[in-house]
Each structure stands twice: as C-alpha cells, then as structure tokens.
C-alpha cells in the first residue's frame, strides 16, 4: 500500500524566512505527488503537483520537485509570508483513486 | 464553476444519536471521497464512491455510511454517536479517473455531547 511521511510540525519562521518541509513516500506503481493546503477554518485545496520524476510543481511561490531515487517530494519556498500560515498536506496518489495523505504540517508565520 | 458544498456547516448532538451529513460535488464530477479530521489523528480517509457505487474503503466501524446519489450528491451517516466522533468532516470531489486533483467542500464541524 501507500505511505507518506512528513515532517511533524509546528514549523514556526519569521516572515521572509526560507521555508523547507520534507515529505517521503512509498507507492506502488507510479505515484502523481500533490501538495495541499489547508487555511483556517477552510478545506483542503490543491497548492501544487507533479506527475512525473524529476518534474517541479510549482505554485504561490512554492515548489517541489518529484525525486523519484530518493522518493520525496520536499516542498519549499523562498521567503514566507504571515498569510503562508496554515496546514500542509503531501499526498501521493498511487493510482487508487484517492491520494494517501500525511499528517500535515502546520505552518505558523510571524510578522 | 461551484465549488463543493456541505451542509450543515456545523451540528452538536448527543452520544447515541444519529447524524446524517450532505456534499454537493462540483458539477461533472462522479467520485465523492469523505474523511475524518481530528487533531490527534489528523485526516482519515473514510469512503469514496463512484456512479453510486462504493468504490474505496477506509479502516472506521460500521457505524459510519454512506451512499450517493444519481446526480453524484452523497451523504455519509453515522450512527450511534461517541464523544470520539468529534471531528470535522471534509468531503473531495474529483473526475473519478486515478490520479486526478481532489476538490475539498469547507467540511461539517461536529460536536457529539
């Protein structure tokens, strides 16, 4: 079956900051990697994906790159905003019509 | 396009009730997948279903259903309510074809008293 594993969080940076959170997967098959986004009070939205290995999804200033030799799906952005503040998702999708999601990793920006 | 709607937004019961929780996909869309959200446990996938049929299954009780409808709206029931039931329930649309983005609805908080 399919896993992932992400960093536990609270993650917690000052605006501007360089932001990394990591995320390794196992799939059978050949995994689509998505990364989600969860604000406040809201649902899950899709913030990027990639299909395909050595692919960069990238979206809103963040970017992750399908490293299919290492399995990860790492994801990054170079200056953060208080409004980047929220819950991460990473969420390989095997090929079984839904995507296995992590536990999530909050994200708490200060000004 | 419309988004995915649910409703209630939010709903207190009692332990030993039964509730009953409504999705609306985005138009077009065929699979509805439904999950738990907690903070301990973080998001469970519970059931999806596809052209009305079940087509995937997470690990919850029996207490915990669902169906869909021929217009692809789904509703999930759970039955004899425990504290433990606390959670906020999200539910995604998508195409249904593997590999696709899933859609989230803003989720039905529940409160079980």
């Known amino acids: 079956g399919n896993s992932v594993t992400q960093m536990e969080g609270p993650v917690t940076l000052s605006e501007e900051a360089f932001l990394t959170i990591n995320c390794t997967y196992t799939a059978t098959g050949y995994p689509s990697l998505f990364w989600y986004v969860q604000y406040p009070g809201e649902g899950l939205q899709l913030l990027l994906k990639?299909?395909?290995?050595?692919d960069k999804g990238s979206n809103k200033g963040f970017e992750a790159t399908y490293r299919k030799e290492t399995t990860s799906f790492h994801l990054e952005k170079g200056s953060v905003q208080v409004s980047d503040s929220a819950v991460y998702f990473c969420?390989?999708?095997?090929?079984?019509?839904?995507?296995?999601f992590g536990r999530g990793t909050s994200l708490i920006v200060h000004p | 396009k419309a988004g995915v709607t649910q409703t209630p937004r939010y709903l207190i019961k009692t332990r030993g009730q039964q509730v009953t929780l409504s999705c609306s996909p985005i138009?077009?869309?065929?699979?509805v997948s439904w999950y738990q959200q907690t903070p301990g446990q973080g998001l469970q996938f519970l059931f999806e279903y596809f052209s009305e049929t079940q087509r995937n299954k997470g690990n919850f009780p029996g207490r915990f259903s669902g169906r869909q409808f021929s217009n692809s709206r789904s509703e999930m029931n759970v039955s004899t309510l425990e504290l433990g039931d606390s959670a906020l329930y999200l539910c995604?649309?998508?195409?249904?074809?593997?590999?696709?983005?899933?859609?989230f609805g803003p989720g039905t908080r529940l409160l079980v008293l």
């Open positions: 969420a390989p999708d095997g090929g079984s019509y839904i995507p296995t």
């Open positions: 138009s077009g869309h065929r699979s």
């Open positions: 995604a649309s998508s195409s249904g074809t593997a590999q696709e983005t899933q859609y």
């Open positions: 990639a299909t395909k290995a050595d």
